[in-house]
């Protein structure tokens, strides 16, 4: 079959903040071909991945993603990675391109477990899956004392593991003290504790060496991005001296190299990936392939909806030895309402992969209206994008 | 002085092919601060460039580069800097942004240039410069017998170094090798000879070590961009049996520390930086000064006009070591008219950066009329792009 159509949705809470809440927007993704449809979702900023589908060509390696996509084969995954080797050529100089593709390459996966009957993991070549324990990921209060609330709350709706993020963390070396010790109070002595640092510390390893002492006292599994996505160095250096806690990054990776270097350069313990970044399922499973074999522990990161969820849990569902993963509890209403369905923990508080085909996941053509943002860009006097029709 | 207004002005060829021809559309960028105005030029996409500053906010770590830059500060070199560590936080999740800021922040030290009487490689640190030898650079022909012409033509008009690139390198051995021997002959033995491989090997090093003779045979300085921009294992394996042909990349970098990365694991012997892609001038300066460190050449990467091209000669400005740079020799008529002054060989055939204020570049207003695209972009009715008046 011809893949027909590409249309994205671009949808906002009728107020966004600077929280760092990524489920504040989203840019959906749908694809048709052969009278399927599919579904993804790219992360983030709807507006620029969508300039990098429509813009008009600048040269032979900066052509739109739309070029390498539009009218092309899919018949089987093999087309799909195919259309990923072309894009890195034919989009080479339009950075952008990784993000939007991210979202394409989710929506040609979802749709071909569709026409196959078979749910995207086993696509990916797994036989089965293994439940996960999911991580409630939640900001910091702005006090400890708020921190120590939500903990609680966390550990009260059965939770098993948390992960607190964000400002206020790195402001100050007795306040980051306090959080840690009050998320660990709040979650109780058992319970699997994580912190992001939200890459605050830049490529300072000293700053970041001064939390490690009260990482380690409160039994932290994994200190995520101290430092920005490509400061390996300091990666590596923190990773020398930080004992039981391990390090935790990868989620900027727009594709499996950076991954891969983060392993090998910065020395994470768990690698992070968000699909809606990296190209989408197959480079995520190429990544979740070298873990494996580097003794790195593989991760879905993801902060959106049910759709963007399901897709982060495909490329490692079937590693029975990565047994977290993040499961967004703080959602907006538009990612909430984006899905009908819902990825629940089952009875034994576990994430289960959706058995069901392609990604598992049914859009509700609702929200794709009621959050649906009004955007129009002309090229020439011509209208090259315009919000699709539900 | 506060940064009053960027403007971006999105120019094109009337057609624009698929040919690897970086010159056929343009973004520069006009800053304007206390009644100063600076000029820059991003590298490349146009039409995402422009989102990435305009676009509505996703969330904190995704806002447009807009909100680090408008309203600012600007008193001297250590804004910029400052710029850059809040955009690196502000608009971590927005991929595009790094290209949107190359332009502006060139443009904020041509503006500071011009402020101070002084050039942007005196403001960089520098006390005096060097002159460089140009390589003219240009696309292989279709045929050995198009590229014999070709070299023999840069012989001719007194160039004594020439880069040939891009399809068809690549596609078969013989036919490599029949275009690196014409290459050879046309610029005669004494010729300083480039070879850029435009990412067609991927990352099969194989492949690319075939090629390994034919260059070494032909006296090839170096092979530049083998393989895609992340793959530095392929570019260490590569290096490591390349014999007396050292390889070349980085243009891809986005930030300094992929450059840097390239240079410690990819073990490139030379490191191209584009300012227009690694987010301006300083971070550029940073991989300059890192490269003395490790025995590695930096040189410029530019294929657009002459305002970019002095961009990109000023972080390497006063290395004396460096001796060549790019030097765009085929552009389209858009990136010619762009700047009324030109940069060009003198009388010993190098390229002198200029010495005079900022970007020592003057802009053609007729151009930026001439060539401009109609870009409207719309969200929520209103408009949040227009083109901006000359």
Same mark, same amino acid.
């Given at each position: 079959?011809?893949?027909?159509?590409?249309?994205?949705?671009?949808?906002?809470?009728?107020?966004?903040?600077?929280?760092?809440?990524?489920?504040?927007?989203?840019?959906?993704?749908?694809?048709? =071909?052969?009278?399927?449809?599919?579904?993804?979702?790219?992360?983030?900023?709807?507006?620029?991945?969508?300039?990098?589908?429509?813009?008009?060509?600048?040269?032979?390696?900066?052509?739109?993603?739309?070029?390498?996509?539009?009218?092309?084969?899919?018949?089987?995954?093999?087309?799909?990675?195919?259309?990923?080797?072309?894009?890195?050529?034919?989009?080479?100089?339009?950075?952008?391109?990784?993000?939007?593709?991210?979202?394409?390459?989710?929506?040609?996966?979802?749709?071909?477990?569709?026409?196959?009957?078979?749910?995207?993991?086993?696509?990916?070549?797994?036989?089965?899956?293994?439940?996960?324990?999911?991580?409630?990921?939640?900001?910091?209060?702005?006090?400890?004392?708020?921190?120590?609330?939500?903990?609680?709350?966390?550990?009260?709706?059965?939770?098993?593991?948390?992960?607190?993020?964000?400002?206020?963390?790195?402001?100050?070396?007795?306040?980051?003290?306090?959080?840690?010790? =009050?998320?660990?109070e709040g979650l109780g002595p058992e319970g699997i504790l994580l912190i992001d640092a939200g890459q605050i510390f830049a490529e300072d390893v000293e700053a970041a060496a001064k939390r490690l002492a009260s990482l380690n006292a409160n039994k932290v599994t994994w200190l995520e991005e101290p430092f920005g996505g490509h400061?390996?160095?300091?990666?590596?250096?923190?990773?020398?001296?930080?004992?039981?806690?391990?390090?935790?990054?990868?989620?900027?990776?727009?594709?499996?190299?950076?991954?891969?270097?983060?392993?090998?350069?910065?020395?994470?313990?768990?690698?992070?990936?968000?699909?809606?970044?990296?190209?989408?399922?197959?480079?995520?499973?190429?990544?979740?392939?070298? =873990?494996?074999?580097?003794?790195?522990?593989?991760?879905?990161?993801?902060?959106?909806?049910?759709?963007?969820?399901?897709?982060?849990?495909?490329?490692? =569902?079937?590693?029975?030895?990565?047994?977290?993963?993040?499961?967004?509890?703080?959602?907006?209403?538009?990612?909430?309402?984006?899905?009908?369905?819902?990825?629940?923990?089952?009875?034994?508080?576990?994430?289960e992969v959706p058995d069901a085909p392609g990604l598992g996941v049914k859009i509700n053509p609702a929200a794709l209206k009621t959050y649906a943002v009004d955007v129009e860009i002309k090229v020439k006097g011509k209208t090259i994008f315009a919000p699709p029709v539900v």
């Amino acid at each position: 079959m011809k893949i027909d159509s590409v249309d994205f949705f671009y949808l906002a809470m009728p107020v966004v903040t600077t929280a760092g809440d990524g489920s504040q927007d989203a840019l959906v993704v749908r694809v048709t =071909a052969g009278g399927h449809v599919g579904w993804g979702e790219c992360e983030a900023a709807p507006l620029p991945s969508i300039a990098a589908f429509v813009c008009p060509m600048s040269h032979g390696a900066c052509r739109p993603v739309s070029a390498t996509v539009l009218g092309e084969t899919l018949s089987g995954p093999d087309d799909i990675k195919r259309m990923a080797a072309t894009l890195a050529l034919n989009s080479m100089d339009l950075l952008q391109a990784a993000h939007t593709w991210s979202g394409i390459e989710m929506a040609l996966w979802d749709l071909l477990g569709h026409v196959r009957g078979e749910p995207a993991w086993k696509l990916l070549g797994y036989s089965k899956t293994h439940p996960k324990t999911p991580y409630a990921s939640v900001l910091f209060g702005a006090t400890p004392e708020e921190t120590l609330l939500r903990a609680k709350e966390i550990r009260t709706k059965g939770f098993r593991a948390a992960k607190f993020g964000w400002a206020p963390y790195g402001e100050t070396l007795e306040g980051d003290i306090a959080q840690v010790e =009050a998320a660990r109070e709040g979650l109780g002595p058992e319970g699997i504790l994580l912190i992001d640092a939200g890459q605050i510390f830049a490529e300072d390893v000293e700053a970041a060496a001064k939390r490690l002492a009260s990482l380690n006292a409160n039994k932290v599994t994994w200190l995520e991005e101290p430092f920005g996505g490509h400061a390996y160095e300091a990666y590596g250096k923190l990773a020398a001296q930080s004992g039981a806690v391990k390090l935790a990054g990868g989620e900027a990776a727009h594709n499996r190299y950076m991954a891969q270097h983060l392993i090998d350069y910065g020395h994470v313990g768990y690698i992070q990936i968000d699909c809606g970044r990296i190209g989408g399922l197959w480079p995520a499973k190429q990544v979740a392939d070298y =873990a494996v074999k580097r003794g790195v522990t593989y991760v879905n990161h993801t902060f959106t909806s049910n759709l963007a969820l399901s897709a982060s849990l495909q490329p490692y =569902a079937g590693i029975e030895a990565s047994r977290i993963c993040e499961y967004p509890t703080a959602l907006s209403s538009l990612a909430t309402e984006l899905t009908s369905s819902r990825i629940a923990p089952n009875s034994n508080g576990e994430i289960e992969v959706p058995d069901a085909p392609g990604l598992g996941v049914k859009i509700n053509p609702a929200a794709l209206k009621t959050y649906a943002v009004d955007v129009e860009i002309k090229v020439k006097g011509k209208t090259i994008f315009a919000p699709p029709v539900v």
